[in-house]
T-cell receptor, first 115, second 110 residues
Framework: KAGVTQTPRYLIKTRGQQVTLSCSPI?????VSWYQQTPGQGLQFLFE???????NKGNFPGRFSGRQFSNSRSEMNVSTLELGDSALYLC??????????????FGPGTRLTVT | AQSVTQLDSQVPVFEEAPVELRCNYS??????LFWYVQYPNQGLQLLLK??????LVKGINGFEAEFNKSQTSFHLRKPSVHISDTAEYFC????????FGTGTSLTVIP
């Protein structure tokens, strides 16, 4: 099976702009989660989508949003970019188990740099 | 609620020496436990998982971990490390949601 794919791999944006990142999960996986990873804060959970619905949400401002399509592909959007949004954004997909999930499989990430 | 604590942020070890990376968790429900590895500028790769059954779990690259319910621990071990094991290691627990530890940076010294 093909793994989790994320596009683009690298992105440079200017403060105030918005950005959309894309994630395609492993075939058959209906849960997609997003994480922000920075050297100072480590791995932080953004949100999880399952069957086109947001199932869990981390502690991020409303500038961070996401959605999931009927084919389980997911996008996340960050509006009004700030310098502090520079990070590696990771997407992970998994099979669902009740309210939780089994192991997550990660994509290679999108490296976002805000200047 | 669940949480994960990785007790060591950095672990230096000489090549061919054994290593143990420590992980403790807290949870009021049954959990699944995982170890992930991250190489520079890459995503996280699953090393091993505990879902049920034998408490000693073997993973890829010669790593193993032992689930200890009484001590709420899931420590990762390798009997002899290689230079290529230098990476960031994350412990994770899932009940209703995934929770990751803050990571342990393993540096293998030649």
């Amino acid at each position: 099976k093909a793994g989790v794919t994320q596009t683009p791999r690298y992105l440079i944006k200017t403060r105030g702009q918005q950005v959309t990142l894309s994630c395609s999960p492993i075939s058959g996986h209906r849960s997609v989660s997003w994480y922000q990873q920075t050297p100072g804060q480590g791995l932080q959970f953004l949100f999880e989508y399952f069957s086109e619905t947001q199932r869990n949400k981390g502690n991020f401002p409303g500038r961070f949003s996401g959605r999931q399509f009927s084919n389980s592909r997911s996008e996340m959007n960050v509006s009004t970019l700030e310098l502090g949004d520079s990070a590696l954004y990771l997407c992970a997909s998994s099979l669902v188990r009740g309210k939780g999930s089994y192991e997550q499989y990660f994509g290679p990430g999108t490296r976002l740099t805000v200047t | 609620a669940q949480s994960v604590t990785q007790l060591d942020s950095q672990v230096p070890v000489f090549e061919e020496a054994p290593v143990e990376l420590r992980c403790n968790y807290s949870s009021s429900v049954s959990v699944y436990l995982f170890w992930y590895v991250q190489y520079p500028n890459q995503g996280l790769q699953l090393l091993l998982k505990y879902l049920s059954g034998s408490t000693l779990v073997k993973g890829i690259n010669g790593f193993e971990a032992e689930f200890n319910k009484s001590q709420t621990s899931f420590h990762l071990r390798k009997p002899s490390v290689h230079i290529s094991d230098t990476a960031e290691y994350f412990c994770a627990v899932t009940g209703n949601q995934f929770y990751f530890g803050t990571g342990t940076s393993l540096t293998v010294i030649p």
